[in-house]
């Protein structure tokens, strides 16, 4: 599994795998902290009172909110380079009816077999550079 922090690097390439898991983690996040504001704040005795645990949970799901948006947009970034296009290519998400193409490239469309501009292949959510010890391989 990729360290956490890794996921917020622009640079590199990920696969189709761990851009839909890494997706699959924050939708789970979210769900539950929205989950367990709703069962707070239906639990709150006296509704015109507001509950301290809803407005930390409520800064919860701003500090996933943030969190997630900056590493999917790592995420998109490094699965364009798999597909060998720049990260900028989500711009084009801002043009409708383009942006049925773009998300078709970068989510669907298969990895480049073989080195690309942007380095080489990745197998496995984390591959260690030239030197390191890669340890267990999956």
């Known amino acids: 599994m990729t360290p956490w922090f890794l996921n917020f690097d622009f640079n590199g390439r990920s696969r189709r795998s761990h851009a839909w898991a890494n997706w ?12 367990a504001i709703g069962v707070t704040a239906g639990a709150h005795p006296d509704p015109t009172k507001l509950n301290p645990l809803v407005v930390v949970l ?7 909110a943030l ?11 490094r699965r364009a380079h798999d597909t060998n296009k720049s ?3 989500w711009l084009l998400l801002m043009i409708p009816l383009v942006n049925l193409l773009a998300l078709y490239w970068l989510l669907i469309q298969d ?6 501009r942007y380095g080489p292949p990745t197998k496995t959510f984390y591959q260690a550079g030239p030197g390191q010890d890669a340890g267990p391989v999956s």
Do not use: K, Q, R
């Open 58 to 64: 409520s800064l919860a799901v701003v500090a996933v």
């Open 111 to 116: 990895s480049d077999h073989g080195a690309n």
């Open 67 to 77: 969190l997630s948006f900056v590493d999917n947009l790592a995420m998109m970034f």
């Open 24 to 35: 699959a983690c924050w939708f789970g996040a979210s769900a539950v902290l929205l989950i």
């Open 87 to 89: 990260g900028w290519i």
